[in-house]
Nanobody, 114 residues
Framework: QVQLVESGGGLVQPGGSLRLSCAAS????????MGWYRQALGKQRESVAT???????YYRDSVKGRFTISRDNAKNTVTLQMNSLKPEDTAVYYC????????WGQGTQVTVSS
């Protein structure tokens, strides 16, 4: 099993930046896919960005060019740098790991509002 703990959410104005971090309870070197999902109020959870153990990345179209995902296998962390934030990015963001089963963090709120 692996526990995931997110941090870094908060309130930011449109155009601002936030950096989300996900700390894993074990080594992530053997975890093939890690990533970030989000769920806005009244909507389904959706993928935001994922990264494989080999460094291949995926981004949903609406965040391409604004968000960057990275992983540090030595520190067992996955980070999501979010720039040029928009009100439609407002959601609870969840860290995700695929390691036999699907693992999720508890979520961190990101609110983009003036």
């Amino acid at each position: 099993q692996v526990q995931l703990v997110e941090s870094g959410g908060g309130l930011v104005q449109p155009g601002g930046s936030l950096r989300l971090s996900c700390a894993a309870s074990r080594s992530i070197a053997s975890i093939y896919v890690m990533g970030w999902y989000r769920q806005a109020l009244g909507k389904q959870r959706e993928s935001v960005a994922t990264i494989t153990s080999g460094g291949s990345t995926y981004y949903r179209d609406s965040v391409k060019g604004r968000f960057t995902i990275s992983r540090d296998n030595a520190k067992n962390t996955v980070t999501l740098q979010m720039n040029s934030l928009k009100p439609e990015d407002t959601a609870v963001y969840y860290c995700y790991a695929a390691w036999g089963s699907d693992y999720w963090g508890q979520g961190t709120q990101v609110t983009v509002s003036s």
